[in-house]
Nanobody, 123 residues
Framework: VQLQASGGGLVQAGGSLRLSCAVS?????IGWFRQAPGKEREFVAA????????YYADSVKGRFSISKDNAKNTMYLQMNSLKPEDTAVYYC????????????????????WGQGTQVTVSS
């Protein structure tokens, strides 16, 4: 499985960005994590590749939307109403097996990672 993230950039607070993650290979679930300077990596959102069930961190619920286009082998993260605290490097990651949902937010659950894409939200 290979993952290629893109779409980051600089945006003002309240603005929007859409991240993309091009994928190759088979996986059960794919998601986004982020890591801000000096902070631990944190779960953002995930989606089942076949069924489409989506999951979100409380901090982004209602502002971010995860989706996928199976025909294009691409996952998206639409980020609206961005806040300075959303500033981070965003990574896409794939869970090949579909592990228990209790492990959804753990980075160790995911087998493959893409390179990060920087998102900077100015106040």
């Amino acid at each position: 499985v290979q993952l290629q993230a893109s779409g980051g950039g600089l945006v003002q607070a309240g603005g929007s960005l859409r991240l993309s993650c091009a994928v190759s290979g088979r996986m059960y679930r794919i998601g986004w994590f982020r890591q801000a300077p000096g902070k631990e990596r944190e779960f953002v959102a995930a989606i089942n590749w076949s069924g489409g069930s989506a999951y979100y961190a409380d901090s982004v619920k209602g502002r971010f939307s995860i989706s996928k286009d199976n025909a294009k082998n691409t996952m998206y993260l639409q980020m609206n109403s961005l806040k300075p605290e959303d500033t981070a490097v965003y990574y896409c990651a794939a869970d090949r097996l579909g592990r228990d949902l209790s492990r959804l937010r753990l980075g160790s659950t995911y087998d493959y990672w893409g390179q990060g894409t920087q998102v900077t939200v100015s106040s």
